[in-house]
């Protein structure tokens, strides 16, 4: 367990922007930050960070929080791990106790798998410079292609011994379960036969966005002819190749500063270009460019440098990620470099600023790359031609927006030769067609859902109505504001703070259910009443029950800004703060009509039940309830001006 002192340490450090940014471009915005939610998939930013309140909120898919909360949803880390990430981050020491064999038990097999990773990683990158095999034969190489100790060390390269079970017998020895050192695809194993996958090897680990090791590349150093040239881990609970982008943890500050990254093949290029002093790159590690990637880069810019080789096939694979990487909404851009070169040995050719102004002025806008490379082609060939127009309207199509969509196709109506309008019509015609295609598809899906058992999903979520999410936010907001002052027994005046008036109000009637979490939020800030510097905003956000910190952050967050221009031009709308007085009393009675409202619906629902077996002493009890509640229904909308049918 992590000591209540160092938990308020890690909250005090752990600021919102600085933990956020790590994972999403963030754009200032008045006094909050905006950007793209990372929790789902969107082109309009509506992801919201206040750096005030300590808190996230994204009003597309609803997630919201505190900096331990964001960690939580974004890594799938219990609360202490969120809170061991963060302590990390900040070089805080956590001291806990030593965890018994079944707290290792209770690990779940997600981290354990991590845990195994990690080990491999260090283990790896130690052989590497502390064993004679690892410095002749992994260190010489990488020194070889004229990596430099600072980016071997930077990206953690190591070396695999060689040898059957050479890494999994020390794996064993400290500790690590063959169940898992074979799930994590470290090692191979079938029936009594087991191998190490990655033996006599230099290793690239894959970090994922938090910088944890999740999965390894491996090159052979032997001539083999039988053995494959890499290796990479099998897909796994922990990684998914096409969810990861290799180098994107060392790069992601990068490519946010430059509001650009380059996107390359392999291992090596990122390493040859990350020496060259282009850090903002990242590599799809080999693998088709997919649309998790795609959007893994638009979390820190929108423009986007495709890197391929200059040969047939790094051509081919410039024009299938094209079409990707415009439907996400991105600007793109193709470099093809010298035929016969790749990144790594083109970067070892230049200068830093020789490559710096290569890649600058060389970088091409796809339609003209498209164009210049499909006209070579069809160049005396009208049918060719043709086809070669409609594909690249195909790429146009699928860009999301308009403006960006009618100055692609001016263009290409320029360099194509063809009028505008006929190229709209194609447009037209396209989206026609993908748009029957996916509610073709969409049907086929529902007719397949219809004939599969229903699935049943548990998720612990609590249901707060606008009425309780209205009484939680102004009590925790106003929690220690004085609303009016009151005469006690002995004729002293005392002021009645706003937290004070509501939980009294919200207690009398005895209308919360016991275990809800409103409930939980009164009881605990009922003992605060008038304890001195205690701050409800803080305490909430900060609650380590996750439904309360969630609630109080979403409650807490404001979409909508007044505007300064309303003031200037001579209109003023109150504040609430000035009129609470006013807005909570009215409040506490919304929020008890509607409780009064649903135990008139409970009752009656009873009702129904008894009318079936006949017992009628129920039924008339629930009436007598129910017209009792009616008169209360009736003054409490007396107070509101409300009209109210009994």
């Known amino acids: 367990m992590i000591d209540q002192a160092t938990i308020a340490r890690i909250l005090d450090s752990a600021e919102i922007v600085d933990v956020v940014s790590d994972f999403v471009n963030l754009k200032r915005r008045g006094v909050n930050y905006l950007g793209l939610c990372p929790f789902h998939n969107e082109k309009t930013p509506s992801f919201t960070v206040s750096p005030s309140k300590g808190i996230f909120k994204c009003f597309g898919c609803g997630k919201g929080g505190n900096a331990v909360n964001f960690i939580m949803e974004h890594e799938n880390l219990t609360y202490p791990e969120a809170l061991k990430w963060l302590a990390k981050k900040y070089n805080i020491e956590v001291i806990e106790k030593e965890e018994t064999e079944e ?21 790896f990158t130690r052989y590497l410079w502390e064993k004679e095999e690892g410095k002749a034969v992994g260190l010489s190489y990488f020194r070889e292609r004229g990596l430099r100790d600072d980016v071997i060390k930077k990206f953690e390269l190591g070396y695999c011994p060689d040898g059957k079970t ?3 017998d020390n794996a064993q020895k400290e500790g690590y379960k063959m169940e898992f050192l074979e799930k994590t695809g470290l090692v191979i194993r079938r029936d009594d036969w087991v191998r190490d996958r990655f033996a006599g090897r230099v290793m690239f680990p894959i970090h994922n966005l938090a ?11 032997k001539d083999d002819p039988r053995a494959a040239k890499y290796v990479n881990s099998p897909e796994s609970e922990i990684y998914h190749k096409s969810q990861v982008l290799y180098g994107i943890f060392q790069a992601k500050r990068e490519i946010t500063q430059a509001d650009k990254c380059y996107l390359v093949e392999g291992y090596t290029d990122v390493l040859a270009l990350h020496q060259a002093g282009v850090k903002n790159v990242a590599a799809s590690s080999g693998t088709a460019l997919t649309s998790e990637q795609i959007r893994l880069i638009k979390r820190f810019s929108a423009n986007i440098t495709i890197i391929y080789d200059g040969d047939e096939a790094g051509i081919k694979a410039s024009l299938r990620g094209i079409d990707l990487v415009l439907e996400e909404g991105m600007n793109v851009k193709v470099l093809l470099l010298p035929e016969g070169e790749d990144p790594d040995s083109f970067s070892r050719s230049k ?13 091409t806008d796809f339609i003209r790359f498209k164009t210049n490379l499909l006209l070579k082609e069809t160049e005396n060939d009208p049918v060719g031609r043709a ?7 195909r790429s146009v199509a699928v860009i999301p927006d308009n403006i960006t969509r009618s100055v692609y196709l001016k263009e290409c109506s320029r360099l194509l030769k063809v009028e505008e309008e006929v190229l709209y019509a194609e447009v037209r015609k396209f989206k026609r067609k993908r748009r029957d295609d996916l509610r073709k598809a969409g049907l086929r899906e529902q007719t397949r859902a219809k004939t599969k058992q229903p699935e049943i999903i548990e998720r612990e979520q609590e249901v707060v109505s606008i009425e309780e999410s209205e009484l939680l936010r102004f009590l925790i907001k106003y929690f220690n504001i004085p609303l009016f002052e009151k005469q006690d027994e002995e004729d002293r005046v005392r002021e009645v703070t706003a937290g004070e008036f509501i939980i009294s109000e919200a207690e009398e009637d005895e209308l919360i259910p016991e275990g809800s979490i409103l409930l939980k ?5 009922k003992e605060k009443i008038g304890e001195e510097g205690f701050e409800p905003i803080k305490y909430c956000i900060h609650h380590p029950d996750e439904r309360i910190s969630r609630l109080a952050s979403g409650l807490l967050s404001e979409k909508y800004v007044e505007s300064k221009r309303w003031h200037k031009a001579g209109y003023y709308a109150e504040r609430e703060e000035e009129i609470l007085d006013i807005l909570i009393p009215k409040i506490v009675n919304e929020f008890k009509i509607r409780k009064v409202r649903e135990m008139i619906n409970e009752l009656n629902i009873q009702i129904d039940t008894s009318s079936k077996s006949g017992d009628y002493e129920k039924i008339f009890e629930y009436q007598s309830t129910i017209m009792k509640l009616k008169k209360v229904e009736k003054e409490l909308s007396d107070k509101l001006g409300n009209r109210t049918f009994i």
């Open 351 to 363: 200068s830093a600023s020789g490559l710096a102004d290569y890649l600058k002025n060389n970088e």
């Open 211 to 221: 910088g944890r090791v999740i999965a390894f590349g491996g090159r052979i150093l």
């Open 387 to 393: 086809r070669l127009i409609t594909d690249i309207i």
């Open 103 to 123: 707290e290792k038990q209770l690990k779940d097999e997600r981290e354990s798998m991590m845990i195994v990773t990690s080990f491999a990683g260090k283990y």
């Open 521 to 525: 939020i009164l009881q605990e800030l």
């Open 166 to 168: 050479v890494f999994a």
